[in-house]
């Protein structure tokens, strides 16, 4: 094989014209492909290294399998996790319920909340009345009791679970955030009003602590998401979008494939002589298909090579040209990632080889001193 | 011709013609893909009617990222020509691991001036805990009418349950978001209850121009144009605040199109040139592919050109033939492979492996880029024949 190999290299380097049109035919379609997905890295590394760094202290921790409204966790984990150093934790649990004042009625959540009065006081919440720690007394959102048209020391009827109760209005609260449109209550009394759901959580916020053993509480079929997810919701979007810029690429192949068919046929048809030869002296079908696809495989290589640096190359210049017109800090030269070369080589390699292989074999099986056969023919 | 015609080996171009189809349809499919995604985001805020306009702050990036104060919606009551006000907070909040638009809307003016259908529940937004899901999006995360799910704000520590009471279709970006009542998205997006994030605007033309209301708005004098002023919807009573914050800020006012444009421009400098610069690299990238293929249709024919010439054909007569056949094949494989590109742009869309960001990409048929497809492929493949013919007369493919 190494000696088929070293005579195809000849072949190539011999007839340096047409190598060089195959080379680039096949190089121009590679960077066609590499010069956008470099591109597309250095565009998502710079909008990723740009995105503020907007955190959260808090997470809150649901049913591994959450889907909400019927995936509750037990009340006796909140001690498990005191014991893996979760600090704060604020147990809730979330009823939706409808309420009714008179003759106005709207569909919304009760959440219960352990220790409401400092909940509030942590959060800086703001009260209108007293806060609703003892049955029947519940605090109502700002925009719920404006909706229903509640005052402090009215009484609201609330429908839930097949069962109904009056409960009394202490306090009105105003955060511009969903409590807003709430009724909120202790969560020992909301478990009064619903025993089916006693000792259940729907979830529970907390502050974590550095170096969280997830897999402990996988094992607690819980699972942790931190709020506020900024971060990673940017570069998810981000991901998403250049991502697509990669799925662009993929019927671009079937080009290649085609590209690597034309180019085989025509090195296989201007290899007739040589093959020829190659049989005369002894020389098996078998090694007749390996020089002729060699042939084709060296010149694939090199328009890897070539398409590859090409794209890059291009790539850079164009995005340092736009870059300098987005005055950006964070410029970042585009690159392939060793991914996207592995991808590239690959799938370049599958394209061309099964452009390939047909060619190189009609050469191989193509009966001696045919004349008929001209150099060609597909 | 016709004994020109009649020496063609049609099975010896079946290769040549699927070439020419492939390249064809990749030079589609970029322009159709590349195209589709500048428009998609273009069209990012625009409902597809010519008087509605967006009102956002001028100094904002984008119309979705800025902040006006809700004190606004009152002066905009007041105007002569404004027929519907429609203010939204937008936010993005995850479902899990997926990204999703939220957007903070009033129930009863939206559907109308967005042009929103319902395709299942109801188009009621009863409280904060309901919300209404595109169709898009619906599909996309198996979501229907009286499903949950719990939103997590990527702006603030909000955290929502709401539950799916009605699934819509609008045929734009709104297909790919989540509706929610105004006051929720402003909790998502972190604002107060007198701030939103823009006011979309529907205006009478004829009494009201875009210059006219910019000039209104910047004037900053209280507007008296209006005998009765527009109904306050039942939403803006609730989040009225009897004290709310004047500020002081320069408005733009465009139409979506035009402001999402606009940002792509200023901030992504990206535009229709660039979206065309990407069709032009796969053209030039394939142009020596095409040359190679149809120089290889004429080549295969070299005896049958050979003889022609033998038999007294002039030169000019083989060249102008075998030109026209070029340009034939290609006119033929590229308009297949134009609509075959446009076709895997769609199922590419379809299964949602083309986006921009949250949003699916509607890939755009563009007449323009059909027929650039088929000049480019058609005028390489003129040149390649005439030059293969030429070689083949030269005898460079004497004797095989």
Do not use: F, K
């Given at each position: 094989m190494p000696g088929v190999l070293w005579l195809a290299f000849r072949s190539v380097v011999n007839d340096p014209k047409r190598s060089v049109l195959y080379v680039l035919t096949l190089a121009l379609l590679v960077a066609v492909i590499a010069a956008p997905m470099a591109v597309a890295n250095a565009y998502s590394r710079q909008l990723l290294t740009s995105i503020p760094g907007i955190t959260s202290e808090r997470a809150i921790i649901v049913n591994s399998s959450y889907t909400p409204g019927t995936a509750f966790i037990d009340y006796s984990i909140t001690e498990k996790l005191r014991a893996m150093g979760f600090k704060d934790q604020v147990p809730q649990l979330l009823v939706y319920a409808r309420v009714e004042k008179d003759n106005r009625s709207t569909s919304v959540f009760i959440r219960g909340i352990e220790d409401l009065g400092s909940f509030y006081r942590a959060r800086g919440i703001r009260v209108n009345g007293s806060g609703a720690e003892d049955f029947p007394d519940v605090n109502v959102g700002v925009l719920l009791a404006r909706r229903l048209g509640v005052g402090l020391g009215d009484v609201i009827r609330v429908s839930a679970g097949g069962q109904v109760w009056d409960l009394s209005v202490t306090g009105i609260i105003d955060c511009s955030c969903p409590f807003d449109d709430e009724v909120l209550m202790g969560l020992n009394e909301l478990w009064k009003l619903r025993p089916d759901l006693e000792n259940k959580l729907t979830l529970i916020e907390v502050v974590p602590k550095d170096g969280v053993d997830l897999e402990a509480l996988k094992s607690m079929e819980v699972k942790m998401l931190f709020e506020k997810p900024f971060r990673k919701a940017a570069s998810t979007a981000i991901s998403e979008t250049f991502q697509s810029i990669k799925s662009w690429t993929i019927p671009l192949y079937a080009v290649i494939l085609a590209a690597a068919y034309f180019a085989s046929s025509k090195i296989s048809a201007e290899s007739e002589g040589e093959v020829e030869v190659l049989r005369c002296i002894g020389a098996s079908r078998g090694t007749a298909f390996r020089f002729v696809f060699s042939k084709s495989m060296l010149i694939l290589g090199f328009a890897i090579l070539l398409g590859l640096s090409l794209g890059t190359v291009s790539a850079q210049v164009a995005f340092r040209a736009i870059s300098t017109t987005l005055s950006t800090n964070f410029y970042e030269a585009p690159s392939l990632t060793p991914r996207d070369v592995v991808q590239v080589v690959l799938l370049t390699l599958v394209s061309s080889v099964a452009g390939a292989i047909y060619p190189a074999y009609r050469a191989s099986v193509r009966k001696l001193g045919e004349e008929a056969w001209l150099s060609t023919h597909l | 011709m016709a004994l020109y015609a009649s020496l063609i080996s049609f099975r010896r171009l079946i290769p040549v013609f699927l070439t020419l189809l492939a390249v064809s349809a990749a030079i589609a499919f970029t322009a159709s893909t590349f195209m589709g995604a500048y428009r998609t985001a273009v069209g990012l805020m625009g409902t597809g009617s010519s008087d509605v306009l967006l009102i956002y702050g001028?100094?904002?990036?984008?119309p979705q990222t800025s902040v006006v104060p809700l004190s606004l919606y009152e002066k905009l009551r007041g105007?002569?020509?404004?027929?519907a006000i429609s203010p939204e907070a937008v936010s993005i909040a995850m479902i899990g691991d997926e990204v999703v638009v939220v957007r903070g809307i009033d129930p009863s003016v939206f559907p109308e001036i967005s042009g929103i259908r319902l395709v299942a529940g109801s188009l009621s937004l009863d409280g904060s805990a309901s919300a209404l899901i595109g169709e898009n999006l619906a599909r996309k995360m198996r979501l229907g009418v009286g499903d949950t799910v719990l939103l997590r704000s990527a702006f603030s520590d909000a955290f929502l349950e709401v539950k799916v009471v009605g699934v819509f279709r609008s045929g734009s970006y709104l297909d790919d978001e989540l509706l929610v009542p105004l006051y929720a998205g402003q909790w998502l997006r972190g604002l107060p209850r007198d701030a939103v994030s823009l006011i979309r605007v529907k205006i009478d033309p004829g009494k009201l121009g875009k210059e006219e209301l910019a000039s209104l708005l910047r004037s900053g004098r209280p507007v008296s144009g209006k005998a009765s002023p527009q109904p306050e919807s039942e939403l803006m009573r609730l989040l009225t605040i009897p004290r709310a914050r004047r500020f002081s800020m320069n408005y733009a006012v465009r139409s979506p199109e035009e402001s999402m444009r606009s940002f792509l421009e200023r901030q992504v400098k990206v535009n229709e040139v660039a979206v065309w610069s990407a069709v032009a690299t796969v053209i030039s990238g394939s142009i020596l592919l095409v040359y190679l293929t149809s120089s290889t249709m004429i080549v295969s024919h070299s005896r049958e050109i050979s003889v022609l010439r033998g038999l007294g054909a002039s030169r000019r007569n083989l060249v102008t033939r075998s030109a026209i056949l070029a340009v034939f094949s290609s006119l033929i494989t590229g308009v297949i492979g134009f609509f075959a590109g446009l076709a895997l742009s769609n199922l590419f869309s379809d299964i949602g492996l083309i986006r921009v960001g949250p949003y699916s990409v509607r890939p755009v048929f563009d007449v323009y880029s059909l027929a650039m497809t088929l000049i480019a492929v058609a005028s390489v493949s003129a040149v390649a024949a005439a030059a293969a013919v030429e070689s083949i007369i030269r005898g460079d493919y004497l004797g095989g």
């Open positions: - | 001028a100094s904002a990036r984008a105007i002569d020509g404004v027929e």
